[in-house]
């Protein structure tokens, strides 16, 4: 878990992608629900946003093979805009990889739109 929000925080697709299952489950609460690496990948590449987010984990929980993080997070939209938010992620583990992801996000501020 530390590793993949460490591939977002360094902006490197190839160590977040490592640390999932091919036919992994990534569930965007009130967003979308992706299925699969290629499309984990085309969402992390999403181009409307610029550079690397801030990511600041205040707790985790964790219970046989699941972790949740909770923390805060600042991101900049192509063009500047900046949101911010603060989520919970439910990493879900078969193995040493996550093979689903219910994110939980809430946008609380910034100049970005919810």
Not at 97 to 107: A, F, G
Request: contains cysteine; charged residues 25%; aromatic residues 12%.
């Amino acid at each position: 878990m530390e590793t993949y929000i460490e591939g977002f925080r360094q902006g490197d697709h190839r160590m977040i992608l490592g640390c999932l299952t091919d036919d992994v489950v990534w569930v965007l609460h009130g967003y979308r629900e992706l299925r699969g690496k290629e499309a984990f990948e085309r969402e992390i590449a999403n181009p409307a946003f610029e550079g690397r987010p801030s990511l600041t984990i205040e707790g985790l929980v964790e219970e046989g093979d699941c972790v949740v993080a909770f923390g805060r997070g600042r991101a900049a939209f192509t063009g500047g805009r900046i949101l911010d938010f603060v989520f919970a992620d439910a990493f879900i583990f078969d193995g040493p990889s996550i093979c689903r992801l219910e994110t939980y996000q809430v946008n609380v501020g910034g100049d970005g739109e919810g």
